[in-house]
């Protein structure tokens, strides 16, 4: 059966859109990257179709076109060939929406330098996928309900108009976010990961950004979660990160140049190694509060120090660190805190630390 997909007019009209089916002819360019696939080499969008000697500009203007639909149906069927590599494209423009929503994909998806140029975000709800790859491309946004992935889940560099939503996710890699730039949905929240699992780590490091906050309650990640550099966004709660109950297996870092508009949510969390917050910049939550750690519990130190030769571990608002359990040292070096409402800084009853605070 031909996939129906439908566009609203001004008067939020339902319009049918025609659809490519089985049946229908192929374009020069969809035809050569099926001969591509089967042959386990890159389709070049620019390259393969045009001229070489491109410039930078000349890359991103003659992009060849290839069909949403047309895509999908080569990700799923079996009729055409694919080689073990998998489906990989790099300066493509994919016209329409990639609805992959429940689909069992067969073969691993790389897409470099893309362009999705549909106004919906693609869709892998429930999808099942090997290894899943959208590096320095741009797009409205991402969905992934519940989506598989059997290997990363690489988002480096892309750009994001809308957010990227991965509640219930399944990593069986590393969720890789270096560089990425994402938008924000209508309560200010950008990256939202209710009940993720990542089995290796999660990177949100190398100049992240999010117009909004990061949203990942009891996630579970079980190697590093790493921030350095992040610059997160705020939503209407006034938080920047909301990740209470987390579960991390290694090292947390919020260090070097992060930043967060709002507050940092971590109650209840529970982290393999040491806390990191070297240099970090923290806003505040409408009660005044920055760093919530209350009932944290750490494998290693909690760092709130000044970076050797740079800034100081800054806040707007408290550190709550009520009932957290150390092993290891509070350690709090040239840190400038800010106050809550109650005009306190530091709020630590019945904190426990395994060795000293400084």
Not at 90 to 119: F, K
Not at 294 to 301: A, E, I, L, N, V
Not at 316 to 322: D, K
Request: glycine share 14%.
């Amino acid at each position: 059966m031909a996939l129906k997909l439908y566009r609203c007019d001004d008067l939020g009209m339902a319009i049918p859109e025609a659809q490519w089916q089985a049946t229908d002819p192929l374009e020069p360019a969809e035809k050569r990257m099926l001969e591509c696939v089967a042959a386990g080499e890159l389709f070049d969008g620019a390259r393969d179709l045009r001229s070489p000697d491109l410039t930078t500009a000349g890359v991103a203007a003659q992009r060849a076109t290839v069909r949403a639909t047309v895509l999908r149906h080569l990700l799923t069927e079996t009729n055409w060939a694919v080689h073990s590599k998998g489906v990989r494209l790099r300066h493509v423009r994919i016209s329409g929406l990639l609805d992959l929503e429940s689909a069992t994909v067969r073969c691993a998806l790389l897409l470099h330098d893309c362009d999705l140029d549909e106004s919906y975000p693609v869709a892998f709800d429930f999808a099942s996928v090997p290894l899943l790859v959208l590096t320095r491309c741009r797009l409205a946004g991402f969905s992934a309900d519940s989506l598989a992935v059997a290997g990363n889940l690489d988002l480096r560099g892309s750009t994001f108009a809308g957010s990227v939503e991965l509640p219930g996710a399944r990593i069986g890699g590393a969720l890789l976010c270096d560089g990425a730039r994402i938008g924000a949905n209508s309560g200010g929240n950008a990256l939202i990961c209710h009940g993720m699992n990542v089995r290796l780590s999660a990177h949100l490091s190398r100049g992240f950004t999010s117009d909004g906050a990061v949203i990942m309650p009891r996630a579970d990640i079980g190697g590093e979660f790493i921030c350095r550099d992040a610059h997160l966004g705020i939503n209407s709660f006034g938080t920047s990160l909301y990740a209470p109950g987390v579960r991390v297996g290694g090292v947390v870092y919020f260090s070097g140049d992060f930043t967060a508009k709002g507050a940092v949510q971590l109650a209840g969390s529970s982290i393999g190694g040491q806390l990191r917050c070297d240099g970090a910049r923290l806003g505040a939550d409408p009660d005044g509060n920055s760093l919530l750690c209350d009932g944290m519990r750490t494998g290693g130190s909690v760092n709130l120090d000044a970076v050797p030769g740079g800034g100081p571990f800054t806040t707007a608002g408290a550190v709550r660190l009520a009932g957290a359990e150390i092993t290891g040292s509070l350690t709090c070096r040239g840190a400038r805190l800010g106050s809550n409402h109650y005009g306190n800084a530091l709020v630590a009853d019945e904190l426990r630390a395994s060795i000293a605070v400084l």
